[in-house]
């Protein structure tokens, strides 16, 4: 994801907020890496986060704040096909049916990919906002307010060597367009999201490596399995009762007999 932005005259409050839709939308790059590609039953993939701070014509430090405060992400690598071929048929044509079905699934998987970071980036601002998003208020075109430029258009070289009727062409952007909504849209995703995210904010290094980006989202996914796990015992029968009564105030008796 390539994208460039004016910086100049530009508050320090909005110099972070930039930096952390450019997280968010980074971040949801690696989630669908990793764990879609994972849900999927994909193979794993090699991949880094590069993180440089986002640099400013404006000199003076206290305008800017720390220049650790501000960064810029990127995802290298993480695509299943490295190199497009001319064309899907031409690429599978000595292929068994059940090869070329995983070839297609590899195929589509890397363009979903490429669509749940601007989706991430926009889900992130409808919730900043308080603001209602759903697949009907949000185009695919509209990923371009997200950052999306340079993914939409890496995803369209994809769709080119896919199918060649304009027509189908779109109707497979919706429906991968759709399927990168749902995978964001997904809470334990979405925390997986965020806390890589976080990370990649208060990361001081130049670069998260792959094992360790696999572990934020690990540990980020699986907290909202510890939250259900805790949510299911509480609705235990006799356990809410128990809880109640541990919970319950401790009343203090004073005898009125004194020695």
């Not at 530009?10 to 980074?26: F, G, N, W, Y």
């Not at 399927?179 to 990361?203: E, Q």
């Amino acid at each position: 994801m390539n994208r460039i932005h004016n910086l100049k005259n530009t508050s320090k409050l909005a110099h972070q907020e930039i930096s952390r839709k450019i997280a968010i939308h980074e971040a949801g790059h690696a989630a669908a890496i990793y764990l879609g590609n994972q849900q999927k039953g994909l193979p794993p993939v090699f991949f880094q986060i590069f993180i440089k701070p986002l640099n400013n014509d404006v000199q003076s430090s206290e305008f800017l704040g720390k220049p650790s405060d501000h960064y810029i992400a990127k995802v290298e690598d993480g695509r299943l096909i490295h190199t497009l071929p001319s064309s899907l048929e031409e690429a599978t044509k000595d292929f068994s049916t059940a090869q070329k079905h995983t070839y297609q699934q590899v195929f589509e998987a890397d363009i979903i990919n490429l669509l749940a970071g601007p989706l991430a980036e926009a889900r992130y601002v409808a919730l900043r906002d308080n603001e209602p998003i759903s697949p009907e208020l949000l185009t695919v075109n509209a990923l371009q307010n997200y950052g999306g430029s340079s993914d939409l258009e890496i995803a369209n070289e994809y769709l080119e060597c896919f199918i060649d009727s304009d027509e189908f062409r779109e109707r497979k952007m919706t429906e991968l367009f759709l399927a990168a909504f749902d995978f964001v849209s997904k809470r334990p995703n979405w925390l997986a999201i965020t806390a890589l995210a976080d990370s990649i904010l208060a990361h001081q290094e130049n670069i998260i490596e792959c094992n360790e980006i696999i572990d934020i989202l690990e540990s980020g996914s699986r907290l909202m399995a510890t939250s259900q796990s805790i949510a299911s015992f509480e609705q235990r029968p006799g356990v809410k009762t128990a809880l109640k009564i541990q919970s319950a105030p401790t009343r203090v008796t004073h005898n009125s007999n004194r020695l």
